[in-house]
């Protein structure tokens, strides 16, 4: 069974003092055990925010790590520093990454064969971009992404690993996927893990939708068949309505 799993994504957002007055917010209107949510924010906001969500059960994730384990990597942070601080998660792939700062599906494979072994959940992300989808070709777009993101890394592993379906025209613009739309992109691939691995394990993998997700479209959203959660960007900046996505 996948229990549900909503994270936000702060991107470039907060200094401490706002993720703290954010985290005391939040602890106060989380009581859905139900659904898992974490919160993705800057580097240096982890620490708080790990101190803070403690014994509570949400849990905090890193926007992006370094693939290597340590090394000449000016201005770098690697998974061994993410799991010493005690972080859950990593967003890896993001199309903000992809787009601005040449992440590549390389990158993302071994971001992934790094952060697995510390026991840090990757959530991967992946999808197409307007002039892909028009075309046609965002089944073929997202196919291949998964295809390399997963490449070597065992099921055992790639079981654990959690997938967002971001549509890059719908990141940020307002402009949301329809829920079938979103739904039938996070089925299929569920199918491409399938014939990667096998059906027990594409049965246990979260895939989460995102792309302007807010308290207004959640439960929607969130009740289609193939969507086990969500990636929130601009929402989750805001206590209230990240907390309503939350209990959708
Ligand atoms: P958005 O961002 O919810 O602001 O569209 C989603 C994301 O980039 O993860």
């Not at 892909?132 to 890394?153: D, L, T």
């Not at 613009?173 to 027990?200: H, K, W």
């Not at 068949?225 to 929402?235: C, Q, S, T």
Request: with cysteine.
């Amino acid at each position: 069974m996948r229990i549900p799993f909503i994270a936000g994504n702060w991107k470039m957002y907060k200094t401490s003092a706002e993720a703290a007055a954010f985290a005391v917010a939040f602890k106060e209107l989380y009581h859905d055990t139900d659904v898992k949510a974490a919160i993705c924010a800057p580097f240096t906001q982890l620490e708080t925010l790990v101190k803070a969500f403690e014994g509570t059960g949400i849990g905090v994730g890193a926007q992006n790590v370094h693939f290597e384990k340590e090394g000449a990597y000016t201005g770098e942070i690697s998974a061994g520093m993410l799991q010493e601080i005690g972080v859950d998660y990593c967003i890896v792939g993001h199309s903000e990454r992809r787009q601005y700062f040449g992440e590549t599906d390389e990158t993302v494979n071994c971001k992934l064969k790094t952060l697995l072994p510390t026991g840090i959940i990757p959530i991967l992300c992946v999808g197409e971009v307007l002039e892909e989808r028009e075309a046609g070709r965002e089944q073929e777009v997202v196919r291949s992404q998964v295809m390399k993101a997963f490449e070597g890394i065992e099921g055992t592993d790639a079981e654990k690993v959690v997938i967002a379906y971001e549509p890059v025209w719908a990141i940020g613009t307002g402009r949301t996927a329809s829920p079938q739309q979103a739904n039938d992109m996070c089925g299929f691939i569920r199918t491409v893990l399938e014939d990667l691995y096998d059906d027990v394990i594409s049965d246990r993998v979260v895939i989460q939708y995102g792309g302007s997700v807010k308290p207004e479209n959640a439960t929607e959203i969130m009740n289609m068949e193939e969507i086990d959660g969500a990636l929130v960007g601009g929402a989750s900046l805001d206590a209230l309505k990240f907390s309503e996505i939350i209990n959708f």
